[in-house]
T-cell receptor
Framework: QQQVKQSPQSLIVQKGGISIINCAYE??????FPWYQQFPGKGPALLIA?????SEKKEGRFTISFNKSAKQFSLHIMDSQPGDSATYFC????????????FGTGTRLKVLA | GAVVSQHPSRVICKSGTSVKIECRSL??????MFWYRQFPKQSLMLMAT?????????EQGVEKDKFLINHASLTLSTLTVTSAHPEDSSFYIC???????????FGSGTRLTVV
């Protein structure tokens, strides 16, 4: 019940295309859903996050879509660029207690020039 | 924004020695920090929760005596890998949360190689 399932494992997109990464969770107590971007040899960096009271959040080229009833959320990267090539992790946590993140397994995105 | 500094970025040590990794919150106080381990092409595995002024809480399967965590101040947590062996070679990352904000800031990670 603590798992966060992420797909696909890897993704190749042409420059200018849309990259879509999906995550699903089971624990209905989760109420904070961030996405992190990680480059090789670096720590993850927060991209965007959403709480269950909204169905969509957009920041620049990055959009989170959230479906509370389906317990799914996804990251859309519009106008994907070669510089977006990285590993993306979704996560889920509660906003009470120790706020521990449960991470997805990661998606390696490659954007072709 | 919140910045978490992790040091060293890379360390090579001999088998049987101990290595200390530091994690500092530079512009905020962090009562809670987390330590993760990451194997190549894998996700982040939570090792322990570091609480300022109290004992760390370790995840199941993590050896407390091998991975010593100290959170002596609101801006510094350290992870000491004791009697390191080649299987301890990995990428270690810390994270911290600023105040009531839900998002965690991660350090840049430490690549540990035990030879």
């Amino acid at each position: 019940q603590q798992q966060v399932k992420q797909s696909p494992q890897s993704l190749i997109v042409q420059k200018g295309g849309i990259s879509i990464i999906n995550c699903a969770y089971e624990n209905t107590a989760f109420d904070y859903f961030p996405w992190y971007q990680q480059f090789p040899g670096k720590g993850p960096a927060l991209l965007i996050a959403i709480r269950p009271d909204v169905s969509e959040k957009k920041e620049g080229r990055f959009t989170i879509s959230f479906n509370k009833s389906a317990k799914q959320f996804s990251l859309h990267i519009m106008d994907s660029q070669p510089g977006d090539s990285a590993t993306y992790f979704c996560a889920a946590s509660t906003t009470s207690g120790t706020y521990k993140y449960i991470f997805g397994t990661g998606t390696r995105l490659k954007v072709l020039a | 924004g919140a910045v978490v500094s992790q040091h060293p970025s890379r360390v090579i040590c001999k088998s049987g020695t101990s290595v200390k990794i530091e994690c500092r919150s530079l512009d905020f106080q962090a009562t809670t920090m987390f330590w993760y381990r990451q194997f190549p092409k894998q996700s982040l595995m939570l090792m322990a929760t570091s609480n300022e002024g109290s004992k760390a809480t370790y995840e199941q399967g993590v050896e407390k005596d091998k991975f010593l965590i100290n959170h002596a101040s609101l801006t510094l947590s350290t992870l000491t890998v004791t009697s390191a062996h080649p299987e301890d070679s990995s990428f270690y990352i810390c994270s911290a949360r600023e105040g009531a904000w839900y998002g965690y800031t991660f350090g840049s990670g430490t690549r540990l190689t035990v030879v």
